[in-house]
């Protein structure tokens, strides 16, 4: 039986941290449980930045040395976060895929992390140990360096996230205006799927039930797709949906006093969605509604229709579909579909409160 937290001793967790964490980058002097503080060489830090994705040239945009910072913290707990079935090693991933996704959603570089956890007496040392190398996975997936935390006795698992982020220009949720594309990556209502597959209110043969499963548990934050919307130039405003489609859709229109019509067949979705044997309004309900989808939603000016080039690379490297248009306020939020037919669009998603 793998021994329990209290039994290792809170000096004896952070020199588990410490050795987990031990990163080697040019900008990091002091890491991950080494000192009172992470430092960073602010200087050093600066050739890392660099809204460029590597290898690629992405429309009209040019690398150059970023020069905004931006800083986000995102909370899980137990109750309100993790479904049934998900394992430790994905609650580790989770905690910094949902802090990259922000990041992701201006278009910028995540690069430092810290992460609080909290955990109740008891908790196995072999379950913490997984929680780390999910965390350390998903970092180094994504190119982020953990540069400190806390680790603390709770009576609910609790885990708080701080990514640092930089761009040369971020992108925000205010630019959109009327005439704009609306534009999302990869596929939406999978994370609905996964939750609906676990708990046992749709059947999926294994390998769609398992894609299904893995959106919900360990969601892919897309960060290297919101470095080519950016770069591409023609992105007016962008958001992640991880809160659902309709709910990013109304704030996006609040921000930007517009409205929205969604051209419900151009809403990407996966084979293992299509595979499900549910009626119209249910499927609306998972895509639009749901939530847990860390794909992005951003408006795009009309003019990138006359860069097929740029359009292409959006659609095979950053997965962009075009799902729609940005139309005048007193519209409101509407889905038209192939008949014609529009219906508005409710604003709700995953809220706390």
């Given at each position: 039986m793998s021994e329990k937290l209290e039994e290792v001793g809170e000096r004896g967790l952070i020199e588990r941290i410490r050795e987990r964490f031990k990163e080697k980058v040019p900008f990091l002097e002091a890491g991950a449980g080494a000192d009172d503080c992470a430092v960073v060489d602010f200087d050093a830090l600066k050739g890392a930045c660099l809204t460029e994705v590597k290898g690629k040239k992405a429309g009209k945009g040019k690398a150059r040395e970023a020069c905004k910072m931006l800083v986000t913290t995102d909370m899980l707990l137990k109750s309100s976060h993790f479904p049934e079935g998900i394992t430790?090693?994905?609650?580790?991933?989770?905690?910094?895929?949902?802090?990259?996704?922000?990041?992701?959603?201006?278009?910028?570089?995540?690069?430092?992390?810290?992460?609080a956890i909290g955990l109740p007496?008891?908790?196995?040392?072999?379950?913490?140990?997984?929680?780390?190398?999910?965390?350390?996975?998903?970092?180094?997936?994504?190119?982020?360096?953990?540069?400190?935390?806390?680790?603390?006795k709770s009576a609910e698992m609790t885990f708080s996230g701080t990514c640092i982020g930089f761009a040369t220009h971020p992108l925000r949720?205010?630019?959109?205006k009327v005439g704009d594309f609306v534009c999302v990556t990869g596929t939406l209502g999978d994370a609905a799927l996964g939750m609906k597959v676990v708990r046992g209110e749709i059947k999926l043969r294994d390998a769609l039930a398992s894609?299904?499963?893995?959106?919900?548990?360990?969601?892919?934050?897309?960060?290297?797709?919101?470095?080519?919307?950016?770069?591409?130039?023609?992105?007016?405003?962008?958001?992640?949906?991880?809160?659902?489609?309709?709910?990013?859709?109304?704030?996006?229109?609040?921000?930007?006093?517009?409205?929205?019509?969604?051209?419900?067949?151009?809403?990407?979705v996966s084979e293992a969605l299509k595979a499900c044997e549910i009626s119209k309004s249910e499927r609306r309900e998972l895509v639009f509604h749901f939530g847990g989808d860390y794909e992005l939603l951003f408006t795009a000016d009309a003019s990138i229709l006359e860069d097929n080039k740029t359009l292409e690379m959006l659609k095979s490297e950053a997965k962009v579909s075009i799902i729609g248009r940005v139309v005048p306020k007193e519209r409101g939020i509407y889905v038209k579909d192939k008949s014609g037919k529009k219906e508005q669009i409710a604003e709700r998603g995953y809220q706390h409160f």
């Open positions: 430790p090693f994905q609650m580790g991933w989770s905690v910094v895929a949902v802090n990259l996704s922000d990041i992701a959603a201006m278009g910028a570089r995540p690069l430092l992390l810290t992460v007496e008891g908790t196995e040392i072999s379950f913490f140990d997984e929680i780390l190398r999910g965390i350390s996975a998903c970092c180094e997936k994504y190119q982020t360096v953990v540069v400190g935390g806390d680790i603390v949720r205010k630019g959109a894609y299904a499963k893995r959106a919900l548990f360990q969601p892919e934050p897309r960060v290297r797709e919101g470095l080519l919307i950016a770069s591409s130039g023609y992105a007016t405003a962008m958001i992640d949906i991880s809160d659902g489609l309709a709910i990013s859709l109304a704030e996006l229109a609040a921000q930007n006093g517009v409205g929205f019509e969604i051209w419900e067949e151009s809403v990407p």
